[in-house]
Every structure is written in C-alpha cells, then in structure tokens.
C-alpha cells in the first residue's frame, strides 16, 4: 500500500564515504524531490525532477548528486558525507501542480 | 517575496483546547497552501489543503480559514487529543512545482 518508498530506512557511514540513497514510487507522478530537513527545522529542498529534467536548487551543495534513471526511482549521491550532512533525507512525489507526498524519510548518521 | 512564515514556534494545548497555527504570506501568485503534520522519525504527511477561492475548508477536526486580502491563513485543530502532538507546517506553492514551507510549529496537547 506504500505510495513513496524510501530505502535503506536509516544509514551509517563514515566521513568521507560515499553513499547512495533510494527512492521508488507506486503513483506514477512524474516530478519527484528530494529533501533535506535537519532537527527543528522545516525541509529544505535540494532538486527536483521533472521527469527526467533535472533541476537544481542554486543552494545545493556540488557534494549532492542525483539519479532517476526511469519514473518509478530516484537516487541520492552524497559523495563525500560530512558531519553536517548527517539529517534526515526527504523524498517525495507530485503530479505536475498538484500535491507533494512525502517518503517516511532515510536517517543519516555521519561517523 | 518567496516567504512562508509561520507562528507560534511551539504551542502547548490542554486536551480538548483548540489549537490555531497561523501562516503569512506576500506572494500573490501563490495558489495552494497545504498544511503537513509530522511526527518525529517520520516523513511529513498532508493534513489538509486549501485555494484560494475559498475561504475556510473543514475535514473533520482540522480546519482551514483563509483571508486572501490579508495574505494570511490559518490551522485551527477542535478538540486537541494527545495524538495530534506533533509538528505542523504550513507551505504554498506558485506556478512551480516547488512547495515554500512555514518554519514549523510544535504542538503539543496534554491530557
């Protein structure tokens, strides 16, 4: 029944390493985000696909990469993780205009 | 002019109490303003949405009013319950597919 799935659920890596997240959808839309929100704060977009458009936030770090190599899945890239990137990751789905539903989120913790 | 903001920053509700969070807004070219309920560790999920070409929408307990001319709107939640305790957040989207979200609010109801 899952509409946005986010996977691996929470991710532990080490300074430095490289790290991908994923994202899938069931509801077919065609603009999929990706968000990062840390503690107390409201989530802060990084990209956004529509379809395979990509569009960058001017804001967005180089070190955060993206894939969507077809509708269903989207990927994250973090390259060279950094204390600082240690938050929750964000995914989430539209249909052009209409409404944004979001993944249960993917906890990374940075060592 | 791409601001959401939101207040109080966090709201303490006695079971029972109503519950009213408020959002302003400047740009006039925004025309959907949902409002997100999130719970911790877990992704935002839609509470409820409103146009502008109406002023006030109810889905059971959650209510939203909207003044256009005001550039304002609000949650208002009837009978607060312990399990609506969470972080509410407003956003409005334009003539882009991007959400601009509130700061946050969190409420929390005791019995």
């Known amino acids: 029944d899952a509409m946005v799935i986010q996977n691996p659920r929470y991710q532990v890596t080490q300074f430095g390493k490289p790290v991908t997240l994923s994202c899938s959808q069931t509801?077919?839309?065609?603009?999929m985000y990706w968000y990062q929100q840390k503690s107390s704060q409201a989530p802060k977009l990084l990209f956004h696909y529509y379809d395979k458009d990509f569009n960058n936030e001017a804001d967005t770090p180089d070190n955060f990469q993206s894939r969507r190599p077809n509708t269903s899945f989207c990927f994250l890239d973090i390259r060279s993780p950094g204390l600082g990137d240690a938050a929750m990751y964000l995914c989430?789905?539209?249909?052009?205009?209409?409404?944004?539903?979001f993944g249960p989120g993917t906890r990374l913790l940075v060592l | 002019q791409q601001q959401v903001k939101q207040s109080p920053q966090s709201l303490i509700v006695q079971k029972g109490g109503i519950s009213i969070i408020n959002c302003a807004y400047e740009n006039t070219a925004f025309d959907y303003f949902p409002w997100y309920q999130q719970f911790p560790g877990k992704g935002p999920a839609l509470l409820i949405a409103?146009?502008?070409?109406?002023s006030e929408k109810k889905e059971g307990r959650f209510t939203i009013s909207f003044n256009k001319s005001a550039k304002q709107f609000s949650l208002h939640i009837m009978d607060s319950q312990p399990g609506d305790s969470a972080t509410y957040f407003c956003a409005a989207r334009g003539n882009t597919d991007k959400l601009i979200f509130g700061t946050g609010t969190r409420l929390q109801v005791f019995p």
């Open positions: 989430a789905t539209s249909g052009a205009q209409e409404t944004q539903y």
């Open positions: 509801l077919n839309h065609n603009v």
């Open positions: 409103i146009r502008p070409d109406v």
